[in-house]
Structures are given as structure tokens and as C-alpha cells.
């Protein structure tokens, strides 16, 4: 029986629209380009001391003075919420402490932070697939094409 859904010039281009290949190593030769990237914008800045703890449960503990910034994203726009070691941003950043549904904290006094260049990447760091990651970003977060 001929499926009637999709014409013979039909493709699914699956994760290939956000430049990713994780087909079988037949279709290596398929040359994409990564097209997401992931930005958070500062909240707030303040100057910890040793001793002073961040996130929930007071997780992280700070170890020197230390100056840390409140980002706008959080497990609520799709980062993975439980880590065993801190989640690495594209940019080099250990989260500190838990993430909350609509923050994270970061060494980091950039007034905008890339949070995800690499699905694959950050896959890793999940132990999940570029898929997982593409998907479970929140409809909601603005997207640009440049």
C-alpha cells in the first residue's frame, strides 16, 4: 500500500533544519552548519564572601570573594534541572548551585551570556541527544533569524 501522507518528493529533515546530523556514519558526508544559539541577559550583580552559599539548598559554597550574577533562564525554559557536576555554558561558566525555574547563577559580570552554541555539546553534558536539548527549549523563548 502506497502511503498517501507524504508526495514521493517528501523529505523529513528532522534535526537537520537546526544543522545537526546523528544519523549512522553512511551519512557523514552531509555538511551542516549549527543555526541555534542560546543567550541569557543579567538581572543582577552582587559581591559574595567566602562562605556565602547560592542556590537552592545552598548547594554552592563560596570559596573567595567572589562577584555573581543572576541570569533570566532557568529549568522553565527547558535546562536540564538536575546535574550531578555543574552544567558548563558555551562560554566556559559553571553554573553555580541548583538551577530554579527561572534563573541560574554565573561567575560572570557580561551583561549577556551564551548559554547554548552546540547542542550536541550540551547533549553530552545532559547524557541525552542534540534532539532533547533542541526540544525541550520553551516555545515561549524569543527567537531571532540573523
Known sequence: MRNTHFSE???RVGLS???YNEL?????????????ALYATKISTR?????????YGGDFIV??????????IG????????????????TGLAILGRISMDFISLASNQETV?????????????????????????PDIPRRII
Open 9 to 11: 518528493s517528501s523529505v
Open 17 to 19: 533544519v537546526y544543522g
Open 24 to 36: 549512522p556514519c553512511v551519512f557523514d558526508n552531509i555538511i551542516l552548519k549549527p543555526v541555534l
Open 47 to 55: 559581591i559574595l564572601q567566602q562562605g556565602q552559599r547560592i542556590g
Open 63 to 72: 570559596k573567595e570573594t567572589m562577584s555573581v550574577s543572576t541570569y533570566d
Open 75 to 90: 529549568y522553565g525554559d527547558g535546562l536540564h534541572r538536575y546535574q550531578e557536576i555543574p552544567f558548563i555554558t558555551a
Open 114 to 138: 551564551c548559554i547554548i552554541d552546540n547542542a550536541q555539546e550540551v547533549a553530552k553534558q545532559w547524557n541525552t541527544i542534540s534532539y532533547e536539548v533542541l526540544t525541550s527549549l520553551h
